[in-house]
Structure formats: structure tokens, C-alpha cells
């Protein structure tokens, strides 16, 4: 039963929100990089770009072609 509560605690005390971010204090947002044109928000700051997080692809294999010899794909030696 112990054990429970703590998981549980646990559970509750991991939730968070990543609701209305701004910076803390006097603390400022990060420059714009060089080159762009406005400072990122902190929406866009915590939004992953598209090499962080690919999407699926689901194109199926349309065409099988033969695949060419392996001159490296020997039998095992004793």
C-alpha cells in the first residue's frame, strides 16, 4: 500500500504544464540568430523542428528489383 502512494505521488508530482512559458524574472528570451528575421517565441522555442522528430512514412515498396551480388557475402571459414 506503501508503495502505491508513493508511485502515485510520484505520478502526480511528474505532471506539469508547459502552458503560458515566459521567462523568470528579469531574464530575457534568447537573440534571434544571425540572419533571421524575429526572435523565436517560446512556443516555437519548445516546438521540435522536423529533424528532431521525422515523420513516418508509410509509402509502400512499389517496385522489387533484384538486388545485385555481394562479393563480400562469403560462406563462414573453419
Not at 2 to 26: D, E, F, H, V, Y
Not at 42 to 66: G, M, Y
Amino acid at each position: 500500500m506503501r508503495r502505491l502512494i508513493i508511485i502515485a505521488a510520484l505520478a502526480l508530482a511528474s505532471c506539469g504544464s508547459a502552458n503560458g512559458l515566459k521567462p523568470i524574472g528579469t531574464a530575457t528570451l534568447p537573440p534571434k540568430a544571425y540572419g533571421a528575421t524575429e526572435t523565436p517565441t517560446p512556443v516555437q522555442l519548445i516546438t521540435p523542428n522536423s529533424q528532431a522528430r521525422p515523420e513516418r512514412s508509410d509509402e509502400l515498396l512499389r517496385s522489387s528489383d533484384q538486388r545485385r551480388g555481394d562479393q563480400f557475402d562469403l560462406p563462414p571459414t573453419d
